[in-house]
T-cell receptor, first 112, second 117 residues
Framework: AQTVTQSQPEMSVQEAETVTLSCTYDTSENNYYLFWYKQPPSRQMILVIRQEAYKQQNATENRFSVNFQKAAKSFSLKISDSQLGDTAMYFC?????????FGTGTSLTVIP | DTGVSQDPRHKITKRGQNVTFRCDPI?????LYWYRQTLGQGPEFLTY????????KSRLLSDRFSAERPKGSFSTLEIQRTEQGDSAMYLCASSLAGAGGPENEQFFGPGTRLTVL
C-alpha cells in the first residue's frame, strides 16, 4: 500500500526567508509521480510543483523547488523568499496508476 | 469561468436522508476524480472516471455511495442514508491525460461541504 507522511503539522516563517516542508512516502512502485499542492484558506487546491520519479533532476518552479531523494523516499518542498500569499495548507501527494494519495498536510504561516 | 465547479457548495442534511452532489470538470478533461476531506486530513481518494467509465473505486466507497459520469462530462456523487460520519468536504478534480502518458495536473473544484445532523 502507498502511504504519504508529512510530519510537520504546522510551520511558520518570516517573510522573505526560506522554509522547507518535509514529506516521505512508501511504495513498491518504480514509476510514479510526486506533487505538492497548496490549499489557501477557504480557497481551492492548486498544484505547486510536480516531480516524475524517473527524473533525477529536482523540479523547480520560480521560488519553489524540491529535494527528491528516491532511495530515501523523501520529497521535500523548499520555498524561497517567502511571501504572505504563501500562507496555506500544503499537501504532498503521490500518484501511481489511477489513484492519488495525499499526506495530512502542513499548515504554513508566513509572518510579516 | 473555465475551472472545475461543484454544486452545491454547502449541504446540511439530516441523518438518513439522501444527498447528491454535482461536479462540472474543465470541458476538455477526460479524467475526473472524487475525494473526501475531513478536518485536519488530506484528501482521500474515492473514485475515478476516464471519460464515462468508472475505472477505480476506493474501499472507502461503501454501498451507500454511488458516482456516475453519464456522458463523460459532468459527474454526480450520491450518498444514500447519510450518517454523521459522512460529514466532510467532498472534492472533485479533473485532468487531461493521453493514453499511456504521464498523469497531468489535477485541477480541483471548491468542494461541497456536507454536514449531517
Amino acid at each position: 500500500a502507498q502511504t504519504v507522511t508529512q510530519s510537520q503539522p504546522e510551520m511558520s516563517v518570516q517573510e522573505a526567508e526560506t522554509v522547507t516542508l518535509s514529506c516521505t512516502y512508501d511504495t513498491s512502485e518504480n514509476n510514479y509521480y510526486l506533487f505538492w499542492y497548496k490549499q489557501p484558506p477557504s480557497r481551492q487546491m492548486i498544484l505547486v510543483i510536480r516531480q516524475e520519479a524517473y527524473k533525477q533532476q529536482n523540479a523547480t518552479e520560480n521560488r519553489f523547488s524540491v529535494n527528491f531523494q528516491k532511495a530515501a523516499k523523501s520529497f521535500s518542498l523548499k520555498i524561497s523568499d517567502s511571501q504572505l500569499g504563501d500562507t496555506a495548507m500544503y499537501f504532498c501527494a503521490f500518484n501511481a496508476g489511477n489513484q492519488f494519495y495525499f499526506g495530512t498536510g502542513t499548515s504554513l504561516t508566513v509572518i510579516p | 469561468d473555465t475551472g472545475v465547479s461543484q454544486d452545491p457548495r454547502h449541504k446540511i442534511t439530516k441523518r438518513g436522508q439522501n444527498v447528491t452532489f454535482r461536479c462540472d470538470p474543465i470541458s476538455e478533461h477526460n479524467r475526473l476524480y472524487w475525494y473526501r476531506q475531513t478536518l485536519g486530513q488530506g484528501p482521500e481518494f474515492l473514485t475515478y472516471f476516464q471519460n464515462e467509465a468508472q475505472l477505480e473505486k476506493s474501499r472507502l466507497l461503501s454501498d451507500r455511495f454511488s458516482a456516475e459520469r453519464p456522458k463523460g462530462s459532468f459527474s454526480t456523487l450520491e450518498i444514500q442514508r447519510t450518517e454523521q460520519g459522512d460529514s466532510a468536504m467532498y472534492l472533485c478534480a479533473s485532468s487531461l491525460a493521453g493514453a499511456g502518458g504521464p498523469e497531468n495536473e489535477q485541477f480541483f473544484g471548491p468542494g461541497t461541504r456536507l454536514t449531517v445532523l
